[in-house]
């Protein structure tokens, strides 16, 4: 059998060359004509000032019978963009729908004053009275309201819903369906209080091989001109976010709730509330059209940078970040198979120094494979050498809040060998490793539980706590207690999903979601998750008990 050294000979032969230009974070040098051709292409999706007309209060029905009778209808879209003081208003063609975002939970309608820009001569006017309705009710109902448009020669009306999520729209370059590859594009993000972006872009697919082809997930990369020509990446702040050039839409196309991966991350913040663990991204539910199509709820969120979580993490440029995949090269970096490790898995390289070689690069992560080997695998350890390993190369405190997090968050097998980053990180003089999560769509239900509440194949924590290593129940207990008070109690649980239901609910958003893609829920309804979470936390704190317990068991919750 092969030993793990000769397995990162294997592994790393022929990548050096990937890795000069794949890890020293620099992009492999562009032509001439290919960086002209990319100036042109973003150039070209830049917004173009047309001029606006504002649709007219309501129009009387006599005015609009004359209009028909004295026109044709129209036989191409007369209306091709609203806009209000939101900002661009998302639009799906084959409806002649426009989504308007103004928020939820009105006590009153606010001022619209829409715009419209199309067909030369273009009028608008609305042809149905929304004020009639309570604007509380008409947005989480999803009702319609149509604008009548016109020329001298044509008329159409076209439909409008008021939203209470913020809109994303997406324009590719020729109505592209966007692939593997960046492709241009113009981005405008709509929102009540919030400044409104409409900004040039590079999209393209991401993740899980596009699962449902229809509703994929996007990665978009803003960009700005510079003062002397051509683009930098922009740094837009969208909905309140911190500012930052890449942004993810995730469609979360296979959780019918929408939300667990949003939950996941929302509880991995109140878990970490001081900053100490890595990527405490914040994310926003949104809806999204794609090139004049409407695809749904989706979240938006900004995308892990290794560079930077390193130096939030107070690490440095001299550390390293590596992640767990399923699918070897699914972005072509250099890999390693740790299959025999995790079960069927690959430690893709994500970031390394410029200096270091990518073989150097995995040998940093040799103690981490060996702590988690099983004892009796070829590179497994006696419970004398884990233990000595572990006391150099473990935060005892940090892993501990990972376990405890990814036990709460009910995160399956698939956390473990996928869906996983592991950091390497120089801290008071040791070379450290830290785990943090990527995706957790499949958590907040049953499925991740095996045999019982408490997933044992987070091998390391669990042999440690097996162990009885110095300080690691101690640090477990600790933390554990301090959430199931706080942000784990039954009282925190209910208030915060309560708060994901209401928002989700008064936006409409779940109606135009199950119209869109049939079969989905019409409304959100988290009572199975919520009712589910709580006995999975009872159930962890009488597994803890029974499997580690603290000689003072009134520590324990």
């Known amino acids: 059998m092969k030993t793990l050294g000769s397995k990162f000979i294997l592994a790393t032969a022929g990548l050096c060359l990937a890795a000069l230009c794949l890890l020293s974070g620099r992009a492999q040098a562009k032509t001439a004509d290919e960086e002209a051709a990319r100036i042109s292409a973003l150039s070209a999706m830049e917004p173009v000032p047309a001029a606006a007309v504002a649709v007219q209060p309501l129009i009387a029905a006599e005015e609009t019978w004359d209009i028909e009778d004295e026109r044709l209808p129209a036989e191409e879209p007369l209306l091709r963009t609203l806009r209000c003081l939101t900002g661009e208003a998302g639009c ?66 076209v439909e409008v819903i008021f939203t209470g999520l913020p ?20 981005v405008s993000v709509s929102a009540k209080g919030y400044e409104p972006v409409s900004s040039v872009a590079q999209v393209h697919k991401r993740g899980g091989g596009y699962r449902d082809p229809e509703k994929y997930s996007l990665r978009v990369e803003f960009a700005e001109r510079k003062n002397k020509g051509g683009y930098r990446k922009g740094r837009p702040s969208l909905l309140g976010m911190a500012a930052d050039s890449d942004w993810l839409l995730i469609s979360n196309d296979t959780d019918e709730t929408l939300m667990r991966n949003a939950m996941g991350w929302q ?172 995706d957790m769509d499949q958590g907040f239900n049953d499925h991740g539980s095996v045999g019982g509440d408490v997933n044992f194949s987070l091998a390391l924590p669990i042999r440690l706590l097996t162990l009885d290593a110095p300080g690691c129940r101690e640090a477990l207990w600790r933390d554990w207690k301090a959430f199931r008070e706080g942000v784990l109690s039954e009282s925190a ?48 704190d009488r597994d803890f008990k029974n499997l580690w317990p603290l000689p003072e068991t009134e520590a324990a919750p």
């Open 493 to 540: 649980v209910y208030e915060w999903m309560d708060g994901i239901e209401s928002e989700m609910n008064a936006s409409g958003a779940m109606l135009r979601e199950s119209e869109r893609w049939p079969g989905r829920p019409d409304r959100m309804d988290l009572m199975a998750d919520r009712v589910y979470l709580l006995e999975h936390l009872e159930a962890l």
């Open 267 to 438: 509880l991995w913040q109140k878990m970490n509330p001081e900053g100490e663990a890595f990527a405490l991204l914040e994310s926003r539910m949104v809806e999204v059209c794609v090139n004049d199509c409407y695809m749904g709820v989706y979240a938006l969120q900004q995308r892990i940078k290794p560079e930077r979580e390193l130096l939030r993490m107070g690490g440095s440029s001299s550390d390293l970040s590596a992640r767990i995949i399923l699918k070897e090269g699914i972005e072509e970096r250099p890999v390693l198979d740790t299959s025999a490790v995790f079960n069927g898995g690959w430690l893709e390289l994500r970031y390394k120094p410029e200096t270091m070689t990518v073989s150097d690069a995995f040998a940093a992560y040799e103690d981490l494979l060996r702590l988690s080997s099983p004892q009796d695998s070829v590179n497994g350890l006696d419970d004398e050498a884990f233990l000595a390993l572990a006391q150099k190369r473990v935060d005892t405190g940090a892993l501990m809040r990972y376990l405890l997090f990814f036990e709460a968050a009910a995160l399956g097998d698939d956390n473990t060998k996928n869906n996983l980053y592991f950091w390497c990180v120089h801290r008071d003089g040791r070379q450290l490793y830290y785990l943090s999560p990527w």
């Open 92 to 157: 799906d063609a084959a409806t002649r729908t426009f989504y308007v975002c103004i928020g939820s939970s009105l006590e009153e309608w606010p001022e619209l004053l829409l715009t419209g820009e199309g067909a030369d001569g273009l009028q608008l006017a609305w042809a149905d009275d929304y004020a009639w309705d309570y604007p509380d009710e008409a947005v989480a109902g999803s009702q319609r309201y149509r604008i009548l448009a016109w020329t001298q020669e044509r008329y159409e009306y």
């Open 167 to 186: 809109i994303v729209s997406v324009h590719t370059m020729d109505r592209e369906t966007p692939g593997d590859a960046y492709m241009p594009a113009r």
